[in-house]
């Protein structure tokens, strides 16, 4: 979906499309016979926004959006003020322990829905398991060594793709578990992989210091990215899905442009390998963390460091934006978090209460939580707002690598070197 308003012209408009995270309307019109979306991004609505007023605007800015149409978007807006202003979830209990594998995991990931997920490992395979039931689903097998990377393609969720240290990508079928592409190219393991939004492409980058673009439908590679000198350590998408970011250990991080897989920019500065690169929702930030203890946040359109996060006393292990892209939060080796608004760059608030390295951190969808997996074998939760901790999830007998929320924040799932994933809701 794109942000744009056009003229209507012969566009036809066919329905309207809730999104909640960010808040937002898509819209499905019709040109020239080919169904098209773009999304009215709402990115400061709030449980008290002049509705009227929002409307209003909307319609002088957007013209598929007829008088004809003005009750049905205001009652949509008032969906999305009312799902904004909804209590939060009390507490989180422990639902379901799961031994998945035999040999260690390497990453968890859920679906949309937070209905499945996926369990990659040492194993050299894959699981597909059901979070109510805690059945495993299917197991992708295929892979001649350790299945490190491992995504769905959300908000879609009927493919999986893996990556491995045996240099190729798979690409399944969620449903059937069937290996629809196996993706050769990569001369060593690959270690970061992502869809892009529209589930195209998927994008993989590897220890042989390159990243690769590739089709979805036809199974083939798209483009080499070539311009780092050390291992990629990660690769994400622009919300438009017309970019991607990689990270790497020779200290940089590069945008490049998806379409014709040339290099737009190098982000030159910090004095460490890059732990994580990502864009804000509305790409108006990158915001990359480095073992050099700090985080820079950088104009994608002139690629120029804007700002140089400082604070932490150790490596920055990871790093993540709330859903509207307006604060930023920075984990570290040092056992604290440090949360920034991403406009003004002040420090908001420091995380403080675990105990060992925190090497995961991420935003619940509505941006009122911080979750925060660390060596201490604990996952923590943090209020947003104030940086106070929420809860302690403990359990686990050895540290926490990954953790993740599902699209609506109600479930969370943690994955440890103790070889479980805990599901909590």
Not at 152 to 168: L, Y
Not at 207 to 218: F, I
Not at 322 to 344: H, I
Not at 358 to 377: C, E, H, M, R, Y
């Amino acid at each position: 979906t794109t942000s744009c308003y056009g003229r209507a012209g012969n566009m036809k408009l066919k329905r309207f499309l809730l999104r909640y995270y960010p808040p937002g309307i898509i819209l499905e019109y019709e040109q020239s016979g080919i169904t098209k979306s773009k999304s009215i991004d709402l990115l400061d609505l709030r449980p008290d926004s002049d509705v009227a007023a929002l409307v209003k605007e909307i319609m002088s800015r957007e013209p598929l959006v007829t008088p004809r149409k003005l009750e049905q978007l205001t009652a949509l807006i008032i969906k999305l003020q009312q799902k904004i202003g909804q209590a939060e979830k009390n507490q989180y209990y422990l639902f379901k322990v799961l031994r998945a594998h035999i040999l260690p995991l390497t990453n968890v990931a859920f679906n949309k829905s937070g209905s499945s997920f996926i369990t990659g490992s040492y194993d050299r395979t894959c699981k597909v398991w059901d979070t109510s039931s805690g059945e495993e689903l299917h197991t992708l097998e295929g892979h001649k060594n350790v299945v490190y990377a491992i995504a769905f393609n959300n908000p879609f969720g009927d493919k999986i793709a893996t990556g491995s240290f045996d240099k190729t990508c798979k690409l399944w079928s969620s449903e059937t578990g069937r290996c629809f592409h196996t993706f050769r190219g990569h001369t060593a393991e690959i270690v970061c992989l992502a869809f892009n939004p529209m589930s195209s492409l998927v994008a993989t980058g590897s220890m042989d210091t390159t990243a690769k673009l590739w089709d979805v439908q036809s199974g083939q590679e798209a483009h080499t990215l070539t311009g780092h000198t050390s291992e990629v350590i990660c690769v994400n998408f622009s919300t438009s899905g017309d970019q991607v970011l990689t990270g790497s250990f020779d200290h940089t991080a590069i945008l490049w442009d998806t379409l014709t897989g040339k290099l737009i920019h190098k982000l030159v500065g910090h004095r460490g390998e890059i732990s994580n690169a990502l864009f804000n929702y509305n790409c108006s930030l990158i915001a990359t963390g480095s073992m050099d203890k700090t985080c820079k946040l950088w104009d994608p359109n002139s690629g120029k460091c804007i700002a140089t996060l400082r604070g932490h006393e150790d490596e920055v292990l990871d790093i993540a934006f709330d859903t509207v892209g307006q604060r930023l939060v920075s984990v570290s080796a040092d056992g604290t978090g440090r949360l920034y608004d991403a406009v003004t760059q002040n420090c908001i608030a420091e995380l403080r209460g675990h105990t060992g390295e925190i090497s995961k951190v991420t935003f619940n969808p509505q941006g009122s939580f911080i979750l925060t997996a660390s060596g201490d074998k604990t996952a923590k939760l943090w209020d947003a707002k104030t940086g106070a901790l929420y809860q302690t999830l403990e359990g686990h007998t050895d540290e926490i690598f990954s953790c993740a929320f599902n699209y609506e924040g109600d479930t969370v799932i943690t994955g440890s070197k103790d070889n479980t994933c805990r599901l909590w809701r």
